[in-house]
């Protein structure tokens, strides 16, 4: 929603001044502008990039569209859910929930957690260190270096797309040198027309430039610049149940190890003590 809003304000803003101005932004569509830029920009990002970035690319661009789903609800269900399990683990003993993370989809446990669930890549995080913590073969020191290891490479795949369209940005203002020249060449080919003619060949060169700035600074690098952000977002789950599960290896009682997790979390999704204990508290008493 707020990728259209933005959108719509740099539109707004840059044609709306040109209108105040006096210009007609019917002199501002030049299809074939707009082909030599884009159609360079497109080229060099598939020159660049091997299979697996493009794909990853195209994949991510669509999700700025969408809002984030790390909230403050998800926040309070991943912490009582990991509450949840630790107590189990505390009261029956580790091997409790082996059933849980060997079939997670028939677990009572994380059917009443849909929104952690349905992840995937959330779930198997879990699973994984959970399963290790019931092999009990690797000590806390050895699974922190671990997950650490893997949210580095988790991290390093999501920006994959954020550098693609950093590079691609980068180029567009060249790439609307390129038309602008290519227009003033044909300019100056028709030397022989009105001076009237000859503006509007000038103009249509100039608008290269102008495209060239705008797609990149208005339109692509704010694209890689969200995908970023949702990828600081992304990360800060993991961290959270990396602390918990950590917490927990080390003794921590699961009311505290939760605590742990809520610390880590960015101040407008976490919520407040008071806000988890209660929290746990109600699901208790389901």
Known sequence: MFVIIGYVLILGGVLGGFVLAGGHVHSLIQPTELLTIGGAGLG???????PKVIKATLSAVPTVLKGSKFSKALYLDLLAMLYEILAKVR?????????DIENPESSPIFARYPGIASDHHLLEFLTDYLRMMVGG???AFEIENLMDSEIE???HEGEIPVHALARVADGL????IVAAVMGVVHTMESVGLPPAELGKLIAAALVGTFLGILL??????PVGSALENK???????YQCMKVVLLASMN???PQVAVEFGRKVLFSTERPSFRELEDDLKARKGK
Not at 231 to 237: A, C, P, R, T
């Open 216 to 221: 990149s600074y208005g339109f692509v690098a």
């Open 251 to 253: 003794g921590y009682a």
């Open 91 to 99: 009261k029956e003993g580790l091997m409790s929930i082996e059933g």
């Open 153 to 155: 490479t988790h991290h």
């Open 137 to 139: 073969n690797l000590n």
């Open 44 to 50: 060099a990002f598939f020159v660049a990039n091997p």
């Open 173 to 176: 203002p060249a790439f609307g």
């Open 231 to 237: 990828l600081h977002d992304e990360g800060k789950i």
